[in-house]
């Protein structure tokens, strides 16, 4: 059995209090296995968003537990929480993710810069050849495609090696084509580069690009599906949005 | 949407506090200035009708010239003869006359220090005690009028502050030397215990016009008109009984409408002054107004926008916009007004004792309209410009700023910049433009210079920041790189942040450089010009007599004495302007004295020669041998023949007289001070020994080695820098708020990216440096521009005044140093709030919400 990654134990976020109280996570148990590519699907406001930030340590939970590795973020103080964020995890997010004041190698390696350490030449020259950024890397994010800007996103979470990779909704806003090609790049990273990363999306054809699915309903885990492709996983949505209406 | 707009209200409020206080303060100053200044001036026009209150017709010598606000104004008369009184008492409906006189009298405390100080702060004055009880403008509280030579009263003020009580002996300092006499009584003024805060001293009529004046002499009779008669009447039967003489006759209402005048005049310099430091403090406080509603307009902008609300919303962002700076105008200028009042109210207290605060409605209108003008135009300007942008424009990212190098913004700026500084080449150039001397060449030069590089400002402050922000990732590594580009990337507001500095601190370096300058041409004076060891001062400043001739002799005739010379001044009209004219002694001054003369001969400077600074001759195209005439207060119009012509006026003028001839015209005048070269092997301590019995009866008088001399003539200097600093004190505050509102802003602005450099690993700590060091960057760009301006403005200054006593030109390295590290050390508290704020910004606010 492959090591796990990140993972919540009876994970449960409740936003507001009593009469307007959401339960955004409903008692959630759930390992991301080290060294595979997982999607998580689900209706809009089902938890998706919820579940990565408080597995990244963006926002903490109402109760139970999340890890990254074998760390219990609720234990960690702000200031050790902002250095496991830095060392240890990546970001992808729908848009936005670029400082627009940085060029794109900067923002590449602004988590490192943080951190006060050197990039890695070696894995860094790989990384911005496999995004194939090269000709771009002192552009400002304003000069770039929404499709390159997320390449640099995705660079810039490959570039510090993290244990993990949260990313939320990276296609959300790209053409098919930019989409299949930060995709089919995120896939490659795992399986050539050994990454680990999980990956929200609404698009089918986004979760056949993952080792594994999993399906989110109210703030729960309602299925999984390994080796996916889209159709298979388009009929899952279907069935469970029509389990979900009776 | 509704969590946005109650972001947006909570963001909004922190916004218009600072908004609100800078105009609050601005107005507060204002306010303050007015009601001070109407508050002294109304205690001015007490103080003279209630000097004259009961004096119907007055009697003076006849107008000789009226003296230049700069020497304290008021026409110059020559005294007259106090037996005239008795004339005039027999003439029909007079009731009384009485003669007054006044003049320098400054009392001695106990311990012997002289008591008030003439140079700044109330005046030191004796006058004399008036039999005619409706004409004694003070009443005694305690013990008797005084009689007879050995008798004198003191205001109640006075005798409280030195604690003197009826029946002590008491020492007072006159133009004539030094007195003991006996304390009979104590005074006090109408309903205050001193007018105006002065140091009064009363003696008899005698030994008034003997102390004071001459014996025999006065400087004006009042009369009291019989009941029932008019005071023109009585006038007019005074003039006529007075044909033929050349004597002024006014009645008492007349002449306390023309001795209110002439304070007034004399008052509107300082007014004058303190309303100048209040527009600027409200100036600054525009450009924190203005940053605020820029970034409000397009905040709403791109909301209106957001709401597709596109066709009718152009005029309602103008309209609400409008309405709120309004609101804030009305509040924050009702704020400042109150704390104003409150304040002035206080400081009045404490420099004219006994006045109580003078709140005019005028006052109020001003401060209102000064207070809501500068809002709603700081407002107007950007939510105008702000409705010609298309709305698709305004829901861009915040992106980078180009609107700031518009073509008529570097065409305005640039030429106003390029005709200053041609301007400002003139005026060294000594050319003259119009009719324009060349110090207003240059000092119009200034303003165009600086005008313009403050328009130029937002075209500066990109290349400004990256430049100076240069090191900043190198030293403190991505952390500075954002710092930098933060900086640079909204150059309108960096530049209105900077520009709210670069006013107050350009403000204060040219100050600190002009200060410099100033004690450096002193030294330079008293090192080069003068050969002496040796300055007795009489610590009596310009009014106050001076030390009697004789002194000066005496010091000359001892055997430990080379040479010595009085120096003393008095006024004069030469050529249609009133001057000041020094006095010295021709035999000896200038041989002490290095004043480069250049034409003549010094001892042609008996009892009508003339000695002048050369440049002011050749102005009039005066030469050696010349007849000028000069109008004295006493003596009225005089010839005189140039004698001399000098070539640096530092430590004489540029008039110098004879003791003869300046004792023949100017005979109240003593010597300021008394300038001393010892004799060979004489040391300072031992010359110290035998001068100071010489000045041992005049407790004001100081002998001092010529660094004594010198540190004395700073401390004053001291005195009005530091006055500068406290008026430029609460600019600087508003330049401050300025950082703060801006930091803010730029913080609410940056929302999202703070978020995500906070996501991707940044600590708070790390997301707090960047925000001081973006602080420290903004003011670096006011700080370097003022340096540059205050030094370079200074060095023109100086130039420009090389012959009003600015021989030197001195870079104050030091001062300049420390004020830089003041306002480092001021911008990084005004950034700790803004970094403490944004370090604590939750990460999710920023992602979410998208
Ligand atoms: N800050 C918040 N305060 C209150 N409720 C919240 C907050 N954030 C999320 N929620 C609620 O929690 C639930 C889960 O939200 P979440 O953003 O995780 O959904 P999601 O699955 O990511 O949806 P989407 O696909 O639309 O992004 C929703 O009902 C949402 O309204
Ligand atoms: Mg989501």
């Known amino acids: 059995m492959p090591t796990v990654a990140a993972g919540t134990v009876h994970a449960t976020k409740v936003y507001g209090e009593d009469d307007t109280a959401v339960v955004a996570l409903d008692d959630v148990t759930v390992g991301f296995p080290a060294g595979r590519f997982t999607a998580i699907m689900g209706p809009s406001g089902s938890g998706k968003s919820t579940l990565m930030h408080c597995l990244a340590g963006l926002d903490s939970l109402t109760s139970g537990q999340a890890f990254i590795g074998d760390v219990d973020l609720g234990s960690l103080s702000e200031r050790r929480l902002t250095r496991l964020r830095r060392d240890r995890v990546g970001f992808v997010f729908q848009a936005f993710n670029l400082v627009p004041t940085l060029t794109a190698l900067e923002n590449i390696t602004l988590p490192l810069a943080l951190a006060g350490r050197d990039p890695d030449r070696r894995w860094l020259d790989h990384v911005v050849d496999t995004v194939d950024l090269r000709p771009r890397l002192d552009h400002r994010p304003a000069q770039l495609s929404g499709g390159q800007q997320q390449r640099v996103a995705v660079a810039r979470a490959l570039a510090s090696r993290p244990s993990i990779i949260f990313a939320d909704e990276p296609t959300g806003n790209l053409d098919s084509r930019s989409s299949a090609e930060i995709l089919s790049f995120m896939r490659r990273a795992v399986d050539d580069l050994a990454q680990t990363i999980v990956m929200v999306t609404h698009d089918p054809s986004a979760a056949s690009y993952a080792h594994h699915v999993l399906f989110l309903a109210d703030g729960r885990i309602v299925d999984e599906m390994p080796t996916p492709s889209a159709d298979a996983v388009l009929d899952r949505i279907k069935r469970l949005d029509r389990s979900g209406r009776t | ?850």
């Open chain 2, 1 to 850: 949407m509704l969590k946005l707009s109650l972001r947006d209200l909570r963001a909004h409020l922190g916004r218009y506090a600072l908004t609100f206080f800078a105009v609050a303060i601005g107005v507060g100053f204002v306010a303050g200035v007015i009601t001070l200044t109407d508050t002294i001036s109304r205690t001015l026009d007490d103080l003279y009708a209630g000097l004259n209150g009961g004096t119907d017709v007055a009697v003076r010598g006849p107008g000789q010239f009226e003296l230049g606000p700069e020497f304290g104004g008021g026409v110059q008369r020559p005294r007259i003869p106090a037996s005239l009184a008795e004339q005039l008492t027999d003439l029909d409906g007079v009731a009384a006359a009485e003669g007054y006189v006044q003049g320098y009298a400054r009392p001695i405390r106990p311990d012997g220090e002289p008591y008030g100080n003439p140079n700044f702060g109330a005046p030191t004055i004796g006058t004399n005690w008036g039999v005619v009880d409706e004409l004694n403008p003070f009443e005694l509280v305690e013990g008797r009028a005084p009689s007879g030579p050995d008798e004198i009263v003191f205001d109640k003020r006075t005798a409280d502050q030195t604690g003197y009580r009826v029946g002590d002996t008491a020492t007072v300092q006159t133009a004539s030397g030094v007195r003991e006499a006996t304390l009979v009584g104590i005074a006090r003024f109408g309903s205050t215990d001193s007018p105006a805060g002065a140091a009064i001293t009363l003696f008899d009529n005698a030994t008034a016009q003997a102390m004071l004046a001459m014996p025999g002499q006065v400087d004006t009779i009042a009369i009291v008109a019989e009941d029932g008669a008019s005071p023109v009447a009585v006038r007019d039967t005074v003039r006529s009984e007075l044909a033929g003489t050349d004597l002024d006759v006014v009645t008492g209402e007349e002449l306390i409408a023309e001795s209110q005048a002439t304070a007034q005049e004399t008052f509107d310099g300082v007014r004058t002054f303190l309303l100048v430091f209040a527009l600027i403090s409200v100036l600054v406080g525009t450009f924190v107004i203005y940053t605020s509603f820029s970034f409000i307009v397009a905040q709403r902008q791109r909301q209106v926008a957001l709401l597709r609300a596109i066709g009718a919303s152009r005029a309602q962002v103008l309209t609400t916009v409008v309405v709120e700076s309004l609101a804030v105008g009305v509040l924050a200028s009702v704020v400042g007004y109150v704390l104003g009042v409150a304040l002035s109210a206080g400081l009045a207290g404490a420099f004219v004792p006994g006045s109580s605060a003078v709140v005019e409605p005028r006052s109020f209108g001003i401060a209102l309209a000064v207070g809501v003008v500068v809002t709603v135009t700081s407002a107007f300007v950007p939510a105008a410009r702000a409705s010609k942008v298309p709305p698709v424009a305004a829901l861009r990212d915040v992106a980078i700023d180009t609107s700031s190098r518009s073509i008529g913004r570097l065409l305005l700026g640039g030429s106003l910049a390029v005709a200053g500084a041609g301007l400002l080449g003139a005026g060294i150039a000594r050319i003259e433009v119009r009719d324009l001397s060349p110090l207003r060449v240059s000092g119009l030069g200034m303003g165009g210079l600086f005008v313009g590089t403050i328009v130029l400002g937002p075209v500066l402050a990109r290349p400004a920041s990256l430049g100076l922000g240069r090191p900043l990732p190198r030293l403190r590594g991505i952390v500075g790189r954002l710092a930098q580009q933060n900086a640079a990337r909204n150059p309108r507001r960096t530049a209105s942040t900077a520009a709210a500095l670069m006013i107050g601190l350009g403000i204060v370096s040219l100050f600190l450089v002009v200060n410099a300058s100033l004690r450096a041409s002193l030294d330079d004076t008293v090192d080069n010009r003068f050969s002496g060891d040796v300055v007795i001062d009489s610590g009596t400043g310009y009014t106050g007599g001076g030390l009697p001739g004789l002194v000066a002799h005496e010091v000359n005739a001892l055997p430990e004495v080379d040479a010595a010379s009085g120096v003393r001044f008095g006024f004069a009209q030469i050529a249609g302007r009133s001057v000041a004219v020094g006095g010295v002694d021709p035999e000896t001054a200038f041989d002490l004295f290095d004043v480069d003369v250049t034409a003549g001969d010094v001892a042609d400077l008996d009892h009508d020669g003339i000695g002048i600074f050369g440049k002011t001759a050749d102005a009039h195209g005066w030469r050696v041998g010349d007849r000028v005439t000069a109008v004295f207060g006493e003596a009225g119009p005089v010839e005189l023949t140039v004698a001399v012509l000098f070539d640096s006026k530092d430590l004489t003028g540029a008039y110098v007289l004879g003791t003869e001839a300046f004792d023949l015209n100017l005979p109240a005048a003593g010597d300021m001070q008394i300038w001393i070269r010892l004799a060979e092997g004489v040391s300072v301590e031992r010359a110290e020994a035998v001068l100071e019995p010489l000045v041992a009866t005049f407790p004001s008088a100081e002998v001092q080695d010529v660094g004594e001399f010198k540190a004395s003539v700073k401390a004053q200097y001291d005195i009005i820098l530091v006055l500068v600093n406290a008026l430029l004190a609460l600019t600087i505050v508003i330049a401050m708020i300025g950082i703060v509102n801006t930091l803010v802003l730029s913080v609410v602005e940056r929302t999202r990216e703070i978020g995500l450099t906070r996501a991707v690993g940044a600590s708070r700590g790390q997301v707090r440096a960047t925000i001081r060091w973006e602080a420290l960057l903004i003011a670096s760009f006011g700080l370097v521009v003022a340096l540059a301006v205050g030094v370079l403005f200074g060095w023109v200054l100086v130039r420009m005044l090389a012959d009003e006593g600015f021989s030197a030109f001195a870079l104050p390295v030091t001062q300049l140093l420390a004020f830089t590290a003041l306002t480092g050390v001021l911008t990084l508290a005004a950034a700790v709030v803004p970094a403490v704020w944004a370090g604590r910004r939750r990460i999710l606010s920023a992602i979410a919400d998208r």
